[in-house]
């Protein structure tokens, strides 16, 4: 049934939901119930094999689909995730008797996503900077992907910190390439997070981050206001503000960077907007858990939601765990049950802490990463 914020909702035209206006405020909401977020499983095929790498498992179709089996099946799933990102093959895929993975996941109450972006390349002129491509044909795209059962969508677009940079255009290219993307995924039903993730490569202090930050943030929430976008319908997906990967003051304590953090999104993010599903961004899985709790134990004021939407956070241990061996199945789901607690209880601001085990306290940081 509706909720009294559903009830009392107008929508004033022009805006891109359209029809599906409150079932995107209703996706939103679930994804952002409390004590719950997002696994991002959504590596394209030349990261997972990347990943797979790491524990010496060919990167084979096969191979593929029963590690993504391994994530979906894992028992108890929907008690901390409410939501899980796929990529193209992912949507197209079932378990070895049959179940599309769609399927699967919706009968265990766990929304579907998909990646709709098709990856980064180099702005001519801007030495450094990228854009992200996919557009011309989002709207078929989206409209396919809600036939196959996702409920939203990710768009990820990356910024870099350098003495000079982000250049303005690459600002104003983020900001706008997201609105659109979003204004899309609302008219063909699908929840857009908004991505403008900003890399932990360089040597920023803090500071820079949070200025960085507060900066691009602003610059989004601005075109996503020219795009007539829903802003209750969509869910935004930032990276956290950390000091760079080279910074010689070195890392910031949870704390710091919950305040920088909480700085940057009150001054920039619309009440409106359900919930902040933040990326891990190279950051190992306990710092990933430990900073999120901090911002939910702040004691500021917080009108969204602060959860997780993670995936290398979450499965960097799972894939440790695992092998790609059959025997150790059981074994893996019981990390992932373990990590996605540990991130529940996190947004909720009652995660206490955890020895280092598995691989957690690994670094996770990549150069430049893409995926």
């Known amino acids: 049934s509706p909720t009294p914020r559903e009830e009392n909702m107008s929508f004033a035209a022009p805006c891109a939901a359209g029809d599906f206006a409150k079932e995107l405020i209703a996706?939103?909401?679930a994804i952002t119930a409390p004590g719950k977020g997002i696994l991002a499983a959504d590596e394209s095929t030349g990261t997972i094999g990347k990943r797979f790498d790491g524990i010496q498992v060919e990167n084979t179709v096969d191979n593929r689909q029963a590690?993504?089996?391994l994530l979906f099946t894992t028992p108890d799933l929907g008690k901390h995730i409410s939501g899980v990102i796929f990529y193209d093959e992912t949507l197209r895929q079932s378990t070895k008797d049959g179940i599309p993975f769609p399927k699967l996941l919706a009968d265990k109450g766990v929304i579907v996503g998909i990646k709709v972006d098709l990856g980064v390349v180099p702005i001519p002129g801007c030495p450094g900077e990228t854009f992200t491509q996919g557009m011309t044909d989002l709207h078929k795209r989206c409209a396919e992907y809600y036939a196959?059962?996702?409920?939203?969508?990710?768009?990820r677009n990356v910024l870099t910190i350098t003495e000079n940079g982000p250049s303005q255009l690459a600002i104003d290219d983020c900001a706008s390439t997201l609105a659109r993307y979003g204004a899309i995924c609302q008219a063909n039903g699908l929840v857009p997070i908004i991505e403008p993730e900003i890399l932990m490569d360089g040597k920023h202090d803090l500071a820079k981050s949070e200025f960085i930050t507060t900066k691009v943030l602003a610059a989004v929430y601005k075109a996503i206001q020219d795009n007539h976008l829903l802003l209750e319908?969509?869910?935004?997906?930032?990276?956290?503000?950390?000091?760079?990967?080279d910074c010689p003051a070195g890392k910031a304590t949870p704390e710091q960077v919950a305040t920088a953090t909480m700085?940057?999104?009150s001054r920039t993010v619309p009440v409106a907007v359900p919930g902040v599903t933040f990326l891990s961004g190279g950051q190992t899985e306990i710092e990933a858990t430990s900073h999120l709790n901090a911002m939910n134990s702040l004691g500021r004021k917080k009108p969204w939601s602060l959860t997780f939407s993670y995936?290398?956070?979450?499965?960097?241990?799972?894939?440790k765990a695992w092998m790609g061996k059959p025997e150790n199945v059981a074994a893996a789901q019981a990390v992932l049950q373990h990590r996605a607690k540990s991130n529940g209880l996190a947004n909720l601001g009652?995660?206490?802490?955890?020895?280092?085990?598995?691989g957690a306290d690994e670094s996770l940081f990549q150069s430049n990463y893409s995926y």
């Open 67 to 69: 590690y993504r089996e």
């Open 148 to 155: 196959l059962g996702a409920r939203f969508a990710k768009w």
């Open 311 to 319: 995936g290398r956070a979450l499965q960097h241990s799972v894939l």
């Open 350 to 358: 009652k995660y206490e802490g955890e020895d280092a085990v598995a």
């Open 233 to 245: 319908g969509t869910l935004l997906k930032p990276n956290m503000c950390c000091p760079g990967q």
């Open 27 to 29: 996706t939103a909401n």
């Open 263 to 265: 700085n940057a999104l």
